[in-house]
């Protein structure tokens, strides 16, 4: 028979490193309350670097934007200079084109001038009669059209830049150098001359004031002595 020591009771066996339950409830907890309150340190950092890398990106974007204002200013001056330069070019072109159309039209009536002298010579012995009168005078409109004028008249001054004189002579008539005589009308397109006016001149009679001013003299002293 099996003898029971009295006083003792026995209990399971319970491994030496288990923990107890309330032991591993405290440590979570304890856990759970550091976990959150570790990266609380690290907020303002993180806010000051974005506010940094902000006005890094402003401070670039000023600067491109500086940029490309200094670039459009540059393209607009050469724009503007561009377009000068090609008003400058469309006058001068436009200049030189209506030079090159004078010269080309005085050219051709220079031809035509002796022409016309043949008309007007026939025209002033009675000659331009019939179908020659018809073709002359179509002639002449034409030419007058392409802006051919004819100057030189009789009594009109002597002008060296539009006279050619030709025959020179005294007359008592005249108080200054004038055209008595048109031996050829003289042509002109605007402003330009064509062939002056070739014409026979005449010039005061040398002395001649001269001679009336000594009558009248010798009439003024001649009073008292007949009185």
């Known amino acids: 028979m099996t003898e029971e020591t009295p006083g003792f009771e026995e209990k399971p066996d319970v491994p030496s490193d288990a923990a107890a339950p309330d032991d591993a409830a405290q440590a979570a907890g304890s856990a759970d309350k550091a976990g959150p309150e570790a990266p609380a340190g690290d ?33 607009t001056a050469d724009l503007q200079r561009l377009q000068a330069e090609y008003q400058n070019y469309r006058r001068r072109v436009e200049r030189d084109r209506v030079t090159v159309k004078e010269i080309a039209v005085a050219n051709l009536l220079s031809e035509l001038l002796p022409t016309l002298d043949d008309i007007g010579r026939a025209r002033d012995h009675g000659e331009l009669v019939g179908g020659f009168k018809s ?28 006279h050619e004189a030709l025959m020179h002579s005294y007359a008592p008539d005249v108080t200054e150098t004038t055209c008595v005589q048109i031996l050829q009308p003289g042509y002109r397109i605007g402003e330009r001359t064509i062939r002056p006016a070739r014409v026979a001149v005449a010039e005061p009679q040398p002395g001649a004031q001269k001679g009336e001013g000594d009558e009248d003299t010798a009439e003024e002293s001649g009073g008292p002595d007949k009185g």
Do not use: I
């Open 135 to 162: 073709v002359a005078e179509s002639l002449e409109t034409v030419v007058a059209k392409m802006g051919l004028q004819q100057f030189g008249k009789e009594g009109e001054p002597f002008d060296p830049l539009v």
């Open 43 to 75: 907020a303002p950092t993180e806010g000051q670097d974005a506010q940094a890398a902000q006005e890094g990106a402003d401070v670039a974007l000023t600067a491109q934007l500086d940029q490309a204002r200094s670039a459009l200013a540059e393209r």
